[in-house]
């Protein structure tokens, strides 16, 4: 019997070990410099960045710094997976999570702008057998102000999620789900974070255009502003470039590190229009500089979408960096964290991607901006 | 047709396991006559039968200080608020140690699975036959002739796929009755 145990339990102590270098940095000079960026800024940002990457533990990161003229200063560092085959490089794809919030919150004014839809129509214009839901207006989702439930706080679905990793769920069958439980709160009377809420706005984008959500963004968005490595995956093919995302001691795994390879869609699929786009630091911060410069929407809908009610705005939240207003968005899908903010008095839009969870994004941001 | 190959897999291997328990009962008559509890039936959290599920046990060595048994049923699934129509088929080898009340139980069972999938091109849902293995680990208070049957442990839901293996930690637990 004591043989049987002490087998069963090396086999699980030897599945759990998976031992993990210290990286080494580059020299900070291999990056061009910009405006911003002097010669002395890249230094000083690149071991900030290669500070974080050790002290987390975290296996590749890539930031990108766009200043008010559009200038790209980009720096990787860290490996695209644990076994630190190949550097992480400004091209590699990365999961984005929430961010995506802000590409589907910018989809949906622009739906508006076009005429598809109304700010204040009721959603049960498109569901109107779910009687729950018969005050939700787009706004009410738009800024969390909806009151129905967060599909992520299901437990079930959470497990099942993680056991299997291909599982593909359907976007519809979830938001029945979640408008066939009771609202948590009157809509419009409190503010409270849920994914569903943009679940349903790429659900409902679908409806009123007549049109698949990948075309969506591909027709308004990614081809426009020509970002390279942005998509909605599934959705969209699966870039070749996209890597490997790791969570260090995840509750539901036995091993050290729970892989999310590039064909996990169990998770990318449960968050839909609200986590499932892939995307690098510089493709972000291209994005989030042409969305403030009202080069995707106008300025009308830049101002919905930047007033603030707390701190969420329309697929934007207020963030205070070091005494400043940053507008963005905070993303994290298991394996990967993700922000982009823009300041908008400097103009200046800083975009972090990460293929390790869990990691304080904001101390980074902190550090950075510090910097700057 | 795969999901009903693998199905088919499936049924074949529980009638067989069914039909072996049941030879295996005919001849096994001495051992019931000494009065031991060859039979259980249990209602199940997590474990082999991954969700809630109920379980049939069969005994088919019973020596004093430890037995050994096969067990099969039939499980809901993790997302069963969402999708009931996914089940599960545990089917397992168990091993009991201790001979009175308390024992330590240990077990490996095979688990296939439904799962009900989308496919976001056809925007249809299908549904995907899985197999998960479960070892488990777990004290268990059962009198050796039968009675109340109640069981605590451990568990790792297995699934190696196309994707990546999962060892998922899962609990195990029991209540039921032996015979």
Same mark, same amino acid.
């Given at each position: 019997m004591k043989k049987i145990l002490s087998i069963l339990v090396l086999a699980i102590f030897l599945n759990a070990c998976e031992k993990f270098d210290v990286q080494v940095c580059p020299p900070a000079s291999t990056s061009s410099t910009t405006n911003l960026i002097t010669s002395e800024k890249a230094v000083q940002v690149s071991d900030v960045v290669c500070k974080s990457l050790n002290a987390n533990e975290l296996i590749g990161i890539q930031v990108s710094i766009r200043d008010s003229l559009n200038e790209d200063w980009s720096i990787s560092l860290g490996s695209i997976d644990l076994k630190q085959s190949r550097n992480m490089e400004n091209y590699h794809v990365l999961r984005v999570g929430s961010v995506t919030k802000i590409f589907t919150a910018t989809l949906i004014l622009k739906l508006i702008e076009e005429g598809y839809l109304q700010i204040d129509q009721k959603i049960s214009d498109f569901y109107p057998d779910q009687e729950n839901v018969r005050h939700?207006?787009?706004?009410?989702?738009?800024?969390?102000?909806?009151?129905?439930?967060?599909?992520?706080?299901?437990?079930?679905?959470?497990?099942?999620?993680?056991?299997?990793?291909?599982?593909?769920?359907?976007?519809?069958?979830?938001?029945?789900?979640?408008?066939?439980?009771?609202?948590?709160?009157?809509?419009?009377? #409190?503010?409270?974070?849920?994914?569903?809420?943009?679940?349903?706005?790429?659900?409902?984008?679908? #409806?009123?255009?007549?049109?698949?959500?990948?075309?969506?963004?591909?027709?308004?968005?990614?081809?426009?502003?020509?970002?390279?490595?942005?998509?909605?995956?599934?959705?969209?093919?699966?870039?070749?470039?996209?890597?490997?995302?790791?969570?260090? !001691?995840?509750?539901?795994?036995? %091993?050290?590190?729970?892989?999310?390879?590039?064909?996990?869609?169990?998770?990318?699929?449960?968050?839909?229009?609200?986590?499932?786009?892939?995307?690098?630091?510089?493709?972000?911060?291209?994005?989030? !500089? !042409?969305?403030?410069?009202?080069? /995707?929407?106008?300025?009308?809908?830049?101002?919905?979408? %930047?007033?603030?009610?707390?701190?969420?705005?329309?697929?934007?939240?207020? /963030?205070?960096?070091?005494?400043?207003?940053?507008?963005? !968005?905070?993303?994290?899908?298991?394996?990967?964290?993700?922000?982009?903010?823009?300041?908008?008095?400097?103009?200046?839009?800083?975009?972090?991607?990460?293929?390790?969870?869990?990691?304080?994004?904001?101390?980074?941001?902190?550090? /950075?901006?510090?910097?700057? | 047709m795969r999901y009903y190959n693998v199905m088919n897999q499936c049924l074949a291997v529980l009638v067989g396991v069914l039909l072996t328990v049941s030879a295996h009962s005919q001849s096994s008559k001495k051992e019931d006559d000494t009065g031991n509890a060859n039979n259980a039936v249990y209602a199940s959290l997590g474990g082999p039968s991954i969700y809630l599920s109920a379980i049939y046990e069969r005994h088919m060595l019973i020596k004093p200080n430890y037995s050994l048994g096969v067990k099969g049923g039939v499980g809901s699934s993790f997302s069963a608020v969402l999708f009931p129509e996914e089940l599960s088929f545990p089917i397992g080898i168990f091993f009991l140690y201790g001979s009175k009340k308390g024992h330590l139980d240990m077990s490996l069972s095979a688990v296939p699975y439904i799962l009900q999938q989308y496919d976001n091109v056809r925007e249809r849902s299908y549904k995907e036959a899985r197999l998960l293995y479960v070892p488990s680990l777990a004290y268990r208070y059962q009198k050796r002739t039968g009675g109340f049957i109640g069981r605590a442990g451990i568990s790792s839901v297995i699934n190696r796929n196309r994707v990546s293996t999962t060892w998922t930690p899962w609990i195990d637990l029991s209540l039921g009755w032996a015979f």
């Open positions: 939700v207006t787009v706004r009410d989702l738009l800024n969390h102000s909806s009151g129905i439930v967060d599909i992520f706080t299901i437990p079930s679905v959470f497990i099942s999620a993680s056991n299997f990793p291909d599982k593909r769920w359907n976007p519809n069958s979830l938001a029945a789900v979640c408008m066939g439980k009771k609202l948590d709160f009157a809509p419009s009377s #409190k503010h409270d974070y849920s994914n569903t809420n943009y679940i349903l706005l790429g659900l409902i984008a679908e #409806k009123a255009a007549g049109k698949k959500i990948d075309q969506l963004f591909v027709e308004y968005i990614t081809a426009p502003l020509n970002l390279a490595s942005t998509y909605l995956v599934p959705y969209m093919d699966t870039p070749s470039e996209l890597v490997n995302g790791y969570v260090h !001691h995840f509750a539901l795994s036995l %091993t050290e590190w729970y892989k999310v390879t590039p064909n996990n869609t169990a998770w990318s699929t449960l968050a839909y229009t609200a986590g499932a786009m892939t995307s690098n630091a510089g493709d972000l911060s291209a994005f989030t !500089h !042409h969305l403030f410069k009202g080069d /995707i929407i106008t300025s009308e809908s830049l101002v919905l979408m %930047t007033t603030f009610s707390g701190d969420k705005g329309l697929g934007l939240f207020e /963030i205070a960096v070091n005494n400043k207003t940053y507008w963005g !968005h905070e993303g994290e899908i298991t394996g990967f964290e993700a922000i982009t903010v823009y300041n908008p008095d400097s103009k200046i839009t800083i975009s972090i991607c990460c293929n390790t969870t869990p990691f304080d994004i904001y101390s980074l941001l902190n550090e /950075i901006d510090a910097v700057l | -």
